[in-house]
């Protein structure tokens, strides 16, 4: 498809696991960006990309969070020893670089 | 740092009447302004963006938005609300350049009562 696109769409795991969320950006776009979204809350920025580099990862929430975009297009955003608070929506944007973002449909976490 | 203020996390309007949805803006520098909507079960879309050019701004669905510096706004408005409008609204800040970190406000549910 042209939009896009996060596998998987829900994942439940437990207390402890590690887990990876994917990310396929809009072909042609340099900046790659990672949101995160508890219920009620607006998108919290977590990193962006610009090809291949993290631009800006300070919103990674400790080091358990990290992201990679090693060929400058599919992202994986990585969380070791998950806890129950990693719960949320996580969502991906892509960007051509005129500010607007174009967003997948997320994936939700659900640590139990 | 930049950030932007929603004011009301939940807004009520009779089908047809005014929606007023308000953003304030805190930056050093002129920012890009965006409006991201959020319909149920659905990623975010954007609905209109302020770029330094023109500083009232039309969007799609009917929407427009107006940038006052002096007020340090971005207030979204329709003159006339549909039920399909029912969504939740984000105002965005970033930097004026391309490719930078955008952040988000807390949001806005619109409800439309017919």
């Known amino acids: 498809g042209a939009g896009v696109s996060q596998t998987p769409s829900n994942k439940v795991t437990e207390k402890g696991k590690y887990v990876e969320l994917r990310c396929d950006p809009i072909s042609g776009h340099t900046a790659l960006y990672w949101y995160r979204q508890s219920l009620g809350q607006g998108p919290e920025f977590l990193i962006y990309?610009?090809?291949?580099?993290?631009?800006?990862d300070s919103g990674l929430p400790n080091d358990r969070f990290f992201a990679v975009r090693p060929e400058g297009s599919v992202s994986t955003l990585k969380i070791q020893r998950t806890e129950r608070g990693d719960s949320a929506v996580y969502l991906c944007?892509?960007?051509?670089?005129?500010?607007?973002?174009?967003f997948g449909e997320g994936s939700r976490l659900t640590v139990l | 740092a930049q950030s932007v203020t929603q004011l009301g996390s939940h807004v009520s309007v009779s089908e047809g009447a005014l929606v007023l949805l308000r953003c304030n803006y805190s930056?050093?520098?002129?920012?890009?302004l965006f409006w991201y909507v959020q319909y149920p079960n659905q990623g975010l879309q954007l609905l209109l963006k302020y770029t330094s050019a023109a500083t009232l701004v039309k969007g799609i669905n009917g929407f427009e938005a107006e940038f006052k510096k002096s007020e340090t706004s971005f207030h979204l408005t329709k003159p006339s609300a549909h039920m399909s409008d029912a969504a939740e609204y984000f105002c965005a800040v970033s930097p004026p350049v391309g490719y930078q970190k955008v952040t988000f406000g807390t949001g806005t549910k619109l409800q439309v009562i017919p």
């Open positions: 944007a892509s960007s051509p670089g005129t500010g607007e973002l174009f």
């Open positions: 990309f610009q090809g291949t580099g993290a631009a800006d």
């Open positions: 930056s050093s520098v002129p920012p890009y």
